[in-house]
T-cell receptor, first 117, second 112 residues
Framework: GAVVSQHPSWVICKSGTSVKIECRSLDFQATTMFWYRQFPKQSLMLMATSNEGSKATYEQGVEKDKFLINHASLTLSTLTVTSAHPEDSSFYIC?????????????FGPGTRLTVT | QKEVEQDPGPLSVPEGAIVSLNCTYSNSAFQYFMWYRQYSRKGPELLMYTYSSGNKEDGRFTAQVDKSSKYISLFIRDSQPSDSATYLCAMSRLSSASKIIFGSGTRLSIRP
């Protein structure tokens, strides 16, 4: 099956710094990538949808200037958390889809755990 | 009201039991219904999907969708300790580029 990787798997940063998380589709070209956030014992909440070469579409309540998303190629999307604060500590998960097809063809990465101290 | 409601559990059953997991939803526009399994600190993995109403079986897993009641279920037969995980229901309106709405997840534990 299709594989999506994320890097790093775990990161600790100090309050006020920025952190970049990478999401890669390893064996397919991802026309659309999604970024989710999951707090402990809660469900995945979609943050934004990005299409290759276009600006990301952010969900209501998600600050686009704080969570910068770049989808520069068909195999790579990045999420940068700028000026991170402890409340940004969460599990960030990306998913990718090859475009035309059914909803279930959205492949999830293993997640990145961000801890802001 | 949340678009998708799911009992968070935790649910603990003995090995070999039949497990029933359920979700209700409010948006009648949902057409695709999925169940994901998520182990601790890992990304979700797709277990089953169903388009519109009906049943679907895959090994020990059966997914049911009742659109008239806005109710979906996942049954696990002959449950195994390795089935212990969080199970997330999810649904979407259209294609794979469409937003997926997840339930809050049910934590399941299978006792040996």
């Amino acid at each position: 099956g299709a594989v999506v990787s994320q890097h790093p798997s775990w990161v600790i940063c100090k309050s006020g710094t920025s952190v970049k998380i990478e999401c890669r589709s390893l064996d397919f070209q991802a026309t659309t990538m999604f970024w989710y956030r999951q707090f402990p014992k809660q469900s995945l909440m979609l943050m934004a949808t990005s299409n290759e070469g276009s600006k990301a579409t952010y969900e209501q309540g998600v600050e686009k200037d704080k969570f910068l998303i770049n989808h520069a190629s068909l195999t790579l999307s990045t999420l940068t958390v700028t000026s991170a604060h402890p409340e940004d500590s969460s599990f960030y998960i990306c998913s990718a889809t090859a475009g035309q097809g059914n909803t279930y063809e959205q492949y999830f990465g293993p997640g990145t755990r961000l801890t802001v101290t | 009201q949340k678009e998708v409601e799911q009992d968070p559990g935790p649910l603990s059953v003995p090995e070999g039991a039949i497990v029933s997991l359920n979700c209700t939803y409010s948006n009648s526009a949902f057409q695709y219904f999925m169940w994901y399994r998520q182990y601790s600190r890992k990304g979700p993995e797709l277990l089953m999907y169903t388009y519109s109403s009906g049943n679907k079986e895959d090994g020990r897993f059966t997914a049911q969708v009742d659109k008239s009641s806005k109710y979906i279920s996942l049954f696990i037969r002959d449950s195994q300790p390795s089935d212990s995980a969080t199970y997330l229901c999810a649904m979407s309106r259209l294609s794979s580029a469409s937003k997926i709405i997840f339930g809050s997840g049910t934590r399941l534990s299978i006792r040996p």
